[in-house]
């Protein structure tokens, strides 16, 4: 017994070592310049199969009674954001099936099955999200548009952006659904009071807000990614900003939605709905004014 144990810790330390240092590669260290990295959900996936399959090696004799601890070290796809419905149970298929691979007790046939199981999930997401490879001179448009950058491909480059149904909520609690944002041009901005540049960008914004106020076709919504929601009411209550303030109770599952990488973001819809996203506020005020000019 002492021995299995020992060999279940020594492969749960393993896989979370693998993990870390995967997340820290790709995430962090970035030596390919991988355009929005934490949002790829193939790099979670090829780094949960590594991680995995390295455990699962260790534990090829473990009784399968044990073999769910080894599941312990998925815990840390939630410091990346990683760990929401339904991606976690893409990657907790993903490591079932790499676990198979390591079983002696498992037939040659089922483990060429569960491989190619595996490489069609794995190529699925790669080719479902752009792959773009910053360069020194990558930056962004007055139109929010990426330039100077290698893309490796993008299939969704003409794909229309709208907002999902997806619920959001005001002060006081009420229900707020981004699939309404249409019929009007708006500027969405997602802040949050823990996030300096956003803070910083603030006075800037209800400047902006104040000398667009007159035209009735242009709106603003801000949306926090608060977690104490107490924090952001006292900031509303004091600053009093102009435009509609809201709140997400789900930021991990609406930064997936929305394909938000970091705060401050900011998006301009227009009456139908479509919208451009701009990481760069000049660049959205830029583009909100030329759109009120002509209005």
Request: a positive charge; glycine letters at 4%.
């Amino acid at each position: 017994m002492k021995k299995i144990i020992l060999k279940i810790v020594l492969g749960i330390l393993t896989a979370i070592a693998i993990m870390a240092l995967g997340f820290y590669f790709f995430l962090f260290l970035n030596p390919l310049d991988i355009y929005q990295s934490n949002l790829l959900k193939w790099i979670p996936i090829f780094i949960g199969a590594i991680a995995t399959f390295c455990s699962g090696i260790l534990n090829k004799n473990t009784p399968i009674k044990f073999l769910p601890l080894l599941f312990v070290p998925f815990c840390i796809f939630d410091l990346f954001s990683f760990f929401y419905v339904p991606f976690i149970f893409v990657l907790l298929l993903i490591g079932i099936l790499v676990l198979m691979l390591t079983r002696n007790s498992i037939r040659k046939t089922h483990k060429v099955l569960s491989s190619l199981v595996i490489l069609g999930i794995f190529f699925f997401f790669l080719f479902s999200q752009p792959l773009i490879l910053l360069r020194a001179d990558s930056e962004f448009d007055d139109q929010g548009k990426l330039t100077n950058a290698n893309v490796l491909w993008n299939f969704d480059k003409d794909k229309v952006l709208t907002f999902p149904n997806h619920i959001v909520y005001d002060e006081e609690g009420t229900e707020f659904d981004l699939k309404n944002i249409k019929d009007d041009t708006y500027l969405i901005t997602f802040w949050a009071t823990w996030c300096p540049p956003c803070m910083q960008e603030k006075p800037e914004l209800e400047k902006l807000k104040k000398e667009l106020y007159k035209n009735t076709e242009i709106k603003f919504i801000d949306i926090s990614f608060d977690s104490d929601i107490d924090k952001w009411k006292q900031f509303i209550k004091g600053k009093k900003p102009m435009g509609m303030q809201l709140i997400s109770k789900k930021e991990k599952l609406t930064r997936r939605l929305l394909q938000i990488s970091a705060i401050p973001m900011h998006y301009i819809v227009n009456p139908d709905g479509i919208y451009k996203e701009y990481e760069s506020f000049e660049q959205a005020q830029k583009a909100l004014k030329k759109l009120s000019v002509q209005k």
